[in-house]
């Protein structure tokens, strides 16, 4: 009989402790951060965090802009002219599609510390280094006429 008992203790212990352990790392990852990108019907491309219970909601969202130059780069959401909060509600019916990213993307180490940016220009897009200087290059880009 108290081999009977001895089993049954050794085998919830075991058991409680394999428990805790499947518990745990489902909470990790269901909690952690996850990545996406999302193609709207206009052909808009964004990327940010997903959230947990409202999938439309993005937090820290990114977007490309082409330059007159045609070079692409990465912009957040938060510093656009209006400067609107740091998260965004997309419309359900206008998502054509949406993918989540690798951690090691470098779009997601971009939206993780925008300041230790590692794209080169291998990569096809590239950070906007300095946007003041980019947008004066935007507005003195602009071709001058001559007026005769």
């Excluded at 790392?25 to 219970?53: A, C, D, Q, R, S």
């Excluded at 993780?112 to 003195?140: H, I, Y």
């Amino acid at each position: 009989m108290f081999k009977k008992i001895n089993f049954y203790f050794m085998f919830s212990i075991l058991s409680g402790f394999f428990f805790g352990l499947i518990i745990l790392f489902l909470f990790t990852n269901l909690f952690k951060p996850k990545y996406v990108m999302v193609v709207l019907e206009g052909g808009n491309i964004y990327f940010g965090e997903v959230g947990l219970f409202f999938r439309n909601k993005l937090k820290n969202p990114v977007f490309i802009v082409q330059g007159q130059d045609g070079n692409l780069s990465l912009q957040r959401f938060s510093e656009a002219v209006w400067r609107p909060k740091n998260f965004i509600y997309l419309n359900q019916n206008k998502i054509v599609f949406w993918s989540y990213l690798q951690d090691d993307s470098p779009v997601v180490n971009f939206i993780k510390n925008p300041r230790n940016f590692p794209l080169t220009s291998s990569q096809g897009v590239q950070p906007q280094a300095n946007q003041q200087t980019n947008q004066q290059n935007l507005t003195t880009s602009t071709p001058q006429r001559n007026n005769q």
